[in-house]
């Protein structure tokens, strides 16, 4: 499909959605719920690579942008005029940012309930890159270049953005976002500063996998507490589908020496992140990533759902084919399959 008429195609279908949520809540009497502006979002609030701060972890466009950590604390950040505007305007029922439209963290409710004060964040993403070594075919590369001033953090910018960190305490940080955060040479050292200031935060990061292919780069991952592969299929032919540029015996390899090199130790949680498309979903070949996935010693893997790109999407998942049910248990965002037994259930967000 030609991406140009895609991403058009994508553009009117979301003015279209606006539209259709900003009357459902005129004609219901409500108003829209923001947990990200409330502090409250697990996915929301993201420090990006330039050190601004943005409202949601799909801001593309800078649309989303809420304040600048360069001249402003957390605090300011929060109860700044940017941030009063879009609040203003979800109270009438107005989605501010094209972003809400597909936002998880976005609700309606009636206007006469009283929206809860906003919190200083206690989650929250970091992106230290925008850079990625994969051309994925739902990712606008170069609109995010375009509006960042920085296309990766400093280690100076490190150390400076967890000493603001402090005054949130988080109690988990995402270390990913718009790039591969294992591109950075220094990601070992930046993670170190964060584990140093922040000892009892959760880090968890996300990675294509390919990377992560020298002791050098496995110690760095070893800091983690969590670490999602995202491996798209079970075979190359699968994962180029949406991963241009990916090597599937290359990121499963990876992979698979991580778990080694981990030995008996409980963290991180090493978990394979298959996203559903309608290219990957067959039994047959979820069958496959399972066996593969289990012959890793990773700790589980989730079969996600998504619907970027959208003729792209798992219908099979969506209108449930039985088969799925073999796959471990079901979630809001997909099926998990966990291996290792004194692993707990995982709750991606569901019950924090």
Not at 171 to 196: A, D, M, V, W
Not at 236 to 261: C, H, I, P, R
Not at 283 to 312: C, E, M, R, W
Request: glycine fraction near 4%.
């Amino acid at each position: 499909m030609n991406t140009n008429l895609y991403n058009l195609a994508a553009l009117i279908a979301r003015h279209i959605r606006k539209k259709f949520k900003e009357i459902y809540c005129l004609l219901t009497n409500k108003k829209f719920y923001c947990a990200s502006l409330q502090g409250k979002s697990i996915h929301g609030i993201t420090v990006n690579s330039d050190l601004t701060v943005s409202c949601n972890c799909s801001d593309i466009y800078g649309h989303g942008k809420i304040g600048d950590l360069k001249s402003e604390n957390f605090e300011d950040i929060f109860k700044n005029k940017t941030v009063k505007s879009l609040r203003k305007k979800l109270q009438k029922g107005k989605l501010p940012i094209m972003d809400c439209v597909t936002c998880r963290n976005l609700f309606p409710i009636k206007k006469s309930t009283k929206t809860p004060a906003y919190i200083l964040p206690r989650f929250l993403l970091i992106e230290n890159t925008v850079a990625c070594n994969l051309n994925c075919i739902a990712c606008n590369r170069k609109k995010v270049m375009a509006n960042r001033k920085k296309l990766s953090m400093s280690l100076d910018d490190i150390k400076y953005l967890s000493q603001k960190l402090k005054t949130v305490n988080p109690r988990s940080i995402h270390y990913y976002n718009q790039g591969e955060p294992f591109i950075s040479k220094n990601i070992k050292k930046e993670i170190t500063i964060l584990k140093k200031d922040h000892p009892q935060t959760e880090i968890t990061t996300s990675t294509n996998s390919l990377l992560i292919n020298s002791d050098e780069k496995r110690q760095a991952a070893m800091l983690f507490d969590h670490i999602y592969f995202s491996i798209d299929g079970a075979t190359q032919a699968s994962v180029e589908k949406y991963q241009k540029g990916s090597d599937f015996k290359k990121a499963y390899k990876n992979m698979t020496d991580l778990v080694k090199f981990r030995g008996k130790k409980n963290k991180p949680v090493i978990e394979w992140k298959y996203v559903l498309f309608r290219w990957n979903d067959r039994h047959q070949q979820l069958k496959k990533a399972a066996h593969l996935a289990k012959k890793s010693g990773v700790d589980l893997i989730s079969f996600i759902k998504t619907l970027n790109p959208i003729y792209g999407f798992s219908y099979r998942f969506f209108l449930n084919y039985k088969y799925f049910n073999n796959f471990g248990y079901l979630s809001s965002v997909g099926r998990h399959l966990i291996f290792n037994k004194n692993f707990p259930r995982v709750s991606h967000g569901e019950d924090l």
